[in-house]
């Protein structure tokens, strides 16, 4: 049997990269520092996933042939890379540090005992440009001189699955049971790989992965993000992304934001990413966003302020790419206005605690210094000056 080892046993490690290795035959090593976790998966060997979908009856998908290391066990982990045939990571953007050393030392391990055996490691990150940060990240830990491109394909992926949190009295009955939407498609990338790719049904190469991995950004994340501010922005008291989707003119607002983004999509990736099937992307978006079943929060989806405001992610990302071809932004910048003012708590009445840091630290400096020292807008570019200018003076 064939190993992936999972770097992330959280919602897009299991739900996702890790049932699809696992119900296509593969056995599911995962990685995670949480201890009950990991203890959990090794003591039941397999966890349940409960798709949900509107208006049809839930489907629920038993995911075998799994089993964890303790992600502080370095020994163990560089000795589970070295034997993989493919490693995944889905950590998120602040504990990749954490483990680009143990997995450096497990590549390593792997030259030493298999030298002509590669390695594919799978980039499932909400990242852009993560084939590069893995390259200069991992050659910091390995020895200098070490032929890693002879070794190791890093392949970024475009990661669209919804994932809510999951309730307190979900996971009190079932520790490892995870809710998801039935979308299923991994989108990679086709000259990311080393070796030969994983023979997964919805496994989808494309040749060109960063005109998928900003249409993902810039469209996806934007139009949800959007659903989040607006509706919270209209009616505090949504808690659930399919209400703000409800309320008056919200919808119409998401989808000319998600449009404005996809019209310079189109125009910085002419060949890849066709203003029709844009359109029809959009369309599909918004009746997944609207999926009662699924449960997600308002909270959940516009949560971390200070990554949703940061200069190349979801919302000044998409304002510049649009204002660089010459197009409106009105409704992102809209959208940008209305995510300062986002103040959305957790099930307990709780802020994200880097928002209750933002809220503290960042909204006293006005919008202008928001974009100025968040979002690092530049004022001596004209175009971000621009984008800066139209921001301020949003009709939002």
Known sequence: MQTLVQFGAGNIGRSFIGQLFARNGYEVVFVDVSAPLVEALNERREYRIVIKRNGVSDEELVVQNVRAIDGREHASVADAVAGADYVATSVGLGALPDIIPV?????????????????DVIIAENIRDGAPYFRES??????????????????????????PLMRKEDLAADPLLLFAEEYNELIVDKHGFRGPLPQIPTLNPVENIRAYVDRKLFIHNLGHAATAYFGFSQSPDSRFIWQALELPGVAVRVRSAMGESAAALALEYPHDLKPGALTAHIDDLLVRFANRAL????YRVGRDLYRKLAHDDRLIGAALLAARHGLP??????????????????????????????????????????????SGLAMEDPVERGVAVRILSSRQ
């Open 103 to 119: 997995l450096a030392r497990g590549i390593e391990l792997r030259a030493l005992r298999s030298p002509n055996r590669l390695l």
């Open 329 to 374: 932004c009105d409704t992102i910048a809209d959208a940008i206005r209305a995510a300062v003012g986002f103040r959305a708590a957790d099930e307990e009445g709780k802020l994200y605690p880097r928002d209750a840091d933002f809220i503290a630290r960042e909204v006293p400096k006005g919008l202008e210094g928001i974009l100025r020292d968040v």
């Open 295 to 298: 449960g997600d929060t308002v």
């Open 138 to 163: 991992l050659g910091r830990h390995l020895p200098q001189g070490f032929p890693l491109a002879d070794h190791v394909g890093l392949v970024e992926t475009s990661i669209g699955r919804m994932v």
